[in-house]
């Protein structure tokens, strides 16, 4: 299960606050890109990366922000103004955004109470 | 943009019968579509895909059709077997060459139960 890693693997956060979700990847894959699932509602893009330093919003950035430092890492903050936080966060990285195959991560479970 | 719809939501097969599910799609300059299989609490992972210059895929149980006139795709699962449990999604993209505007649009997914 090498290759793209997420952490933590479930989040526990309070109302109001800040959190962020680690993602990395060891497979030089220029392309990152952040989805939110939740139930019988598929996987959503929030934001993603076709190379350092740049990242473009998906379809519900909204509350989400990003940053590309470094190849390897697409760090997902969620903030105050998300509406509604909880949910299951998953990285994923491509060769390109051309690239066919996307390889997700584990996944991070967030709620916020 | 692009809207993949996937149905049905839940399905239910008996062991070694056939399973099929459906999706459809708005953008005609999508040509690539990915069908990801999510067991329980894994990552999603890539099981088949289809290109538009193809009507149909095989790989072993598992096949993927394409009808580029109706927009239209479906998986095919046959002798489906309990490790065949889990969600699909399918998911369409333009890899057209527009570079920044391409991105997978996913379908809602399809829970599928093998009862043994």
């Known amino acids: 299960d090498g290759g793209i890693t997420q952490s933590p693997k479930y989040l526990f956060r309070k109302e109001g606050q800040n959190v962020t979700l680690s993602c990395e990847q060891n497979?030089?894959?220029?392309?990152m890109y952040w989805y939110r699932q939740d139930p019988g509602q598929g996987l959503r893009l929030i934001y993603y990366?076709?190379?350092?330093?740049?990242?473009q919003k998906g379809d519900i950035a909204e509350g989400y922000s990003v940053s590309r430092e470094k190849k390897e890492s697409f760090p997902l903050t969620v903030t105050s103004a998300q509406k509604n936080p909880t949910a299951f966060y998953l990285c994923?990285?491509?060769?390109?955004?051309?690239?066919?195959?996307?390889?997700f991560g584990p996944g991070t479970r967030l709620t916020v109470t | 943009g692009e809207n993949v719809e996937q149905h049905p939501s839940t399905l239910s097969v008996q062991e070694g019968d056939s399973a099929v599910i459906k999706c459809t799609y708005s953008?005609?300059?999508?040509?690539?579509f990915p069908w990801y299989k999510q067991e329980l609490g894994k990552r999603p992972q890539l099981i088949i895909d289809?290109?538009?210059?193809?009507g149909e895929k095989k790989d072993q149980r598992i096949a993927v059709t394409l009808n580029k006139t109706a927009k239209h795709f479906s998986l095919h699962i046959t002798e489906t077997q309990p490790e065949d449990s889990a969600v699909y999604f399918c998911?369409?993209?333009?890899?057209?060459?527009?570079?920044?505007?391409?991105?997978?649009?996913f379908g809602t997914g399809t829970r599928l139960t093998i009862i043994p």
């Open positions: 994923a990285s491509s060769m390109s955004v051309l690239s066919e195959e996307q390889y």
């Open positions: 497979l030089n894959h220029d392309a």
């Open positions: 990366s076709q190379i350092v330093n740049d990242f």
């Open positions: 953008d005609s300059a999508s040509n690539y």
């Open positions: 289809i290109r538009s210059n193809v």
């Open positions: 998911a369409a993209i333009p890899l057209a060459g527009n570079f920044g505007n391409e991105k997978l649009t």
